[in-house]
């Protein structure tokens, strides 16, 4: 039997997955902020997924006393997990994050707000390339799994797999949510290269120095490097360093052109690039590239010429 979902965020993810979970046959509850009226009555997402409907079987409330799930998916930004669950929680033994950040204030991943916030529960997080389009399309999608318990990641691997949602299982937290988080950084600075016009040769060169960085800071902070290579690292960064479907790459392209960003977009790869940049432990050009760049505090110009500049050396 298909366990109950509840699904907190009615964003362009959290709505994806109440698509895909529901049309697997998995009873499921979407909760979101402000009044979702509108949404339990036209059943489709106008604002952050227009096209997709939501089956008719997902239960749609503004209620958080309203959901009772023992697995509870939080698909909510980085930057808003501390202040929502520091004055509410949830009474799910299981939380699954598919946060892709660092919390710009405190430097914490997501799992580790979680665990502060809400304290004896089990945690995982969910991450790896995945557009929300796509998974609310059907479209064949692979993600890690990342539960420091071993058993518990392997009930929850068979729990959230459906036939389009293959979910492969790591026991390295740390790797896995890191890696979600460092590469939404490559990708503004992937797309500040074509924004700029810089070509893509420039973008391949940008992209593979961007992932010996992502490496070097995760395995600094206790990660694998194993994990890096993996759906959550290297399957993440060449998704969203080559697509404008990814909000981050777009943000890269209009800081380059020196255009507004569009307006609610939640950008996690410069909050995470501004956290970075505020500590001198770390080798990381190219995460003080996009937060001087995204600041103000430097033009892509003179960052180009820095970074050209840079002492030859081996790969």
Same mark, same amino acid.
């Given at each position: ?40 009555? /036209? ?19 503004? !209620? ?46 997501? /799992? ?46 068979? !729990? ?10 790591? /026991? ?110 770390? !080798? ?32």
């Amino acid at each position: 039997m298909n366990v109950p979902l509840d699904i907190l965020g009615a964003g362009a993810f959290g709505t994806a997955l109440a698509i895909t979970y529901a049309s697997a046959g998995h009873p499921v509850t979407l909760w979101g902020r402000g009044d979702m009226a509108a949404l339990e009555a /036209t059943r489709e997402n106008r604002r952050h997924l227009p096209g997709s409907r939501l089956p008719d079987t997902v239960r749609v409330t503004g !209620d958080l006393a309203a959901l009772d799930a023992d697995i509870a998916i939080i698909a909510l930004p980085t930057q808003s997990l501390a202040g929502f669950f520091a004055g509410q929680g949830v009474g799910a033994g299981t939380l699954v994050s598919t946060a892709k950040g660092i919390d710009v204030a405190s430097g914490r991943r997501p /799992t580790e707000i979680l665990a502060d916030a809400l304290s004896g529960r089990r945690l995982a997080q969910l991450t790896g390339p995945s557009f929300a389009a796509d998974i609310a399309r059907g479209l064949p999608t692979a993600l890690t799994l990342a539960c420091a318990d071993e058993a518990a990641g392997e009930a929850l691997q068979h !729990d959230l797999s459906t036939p389009a949602l293959r979910l492969y299982r790591s /026991t390295d937290v740390i790797g896995a949510e890191l890696g979600g988080a460092l590469k939404n950084v490559i990708a503004v600075a992937a797309g500040a290269v074509i924004g700029a016009e810089l070509g893509e040769s420039a973008r391949a060169a940008l992209i593979a120095r961007g992932f010996a960085e992502m490496r070097r800071i995760a395995v600094a902070a206790g990660a694998r490097d194993a994990t890096l290579s993996g759906l959550s690292g290297l399957g993440d960064l060449v998704l969203t360093c080559g697509s404008e479907k990814s909000r981050n790459f777009r943000a890269g392209v209009a800081l380059a052109r020196a255009e507004p960003l569009s307006p609610g977009d939640t950008i996690e790869g410069l909050h995470t690039a501004r956290q970075l940049a505020s500590r001198s432990d770390l !080798d990381k050009p190219i995460a003080d590239s996009v937060a001087a760049l995204a600041d103000g505090r430097s033009d892509l110009r003179t960052i180009l010429d820095d970074l050209l500049s840079r002492p030859l050396k081996q790969e």
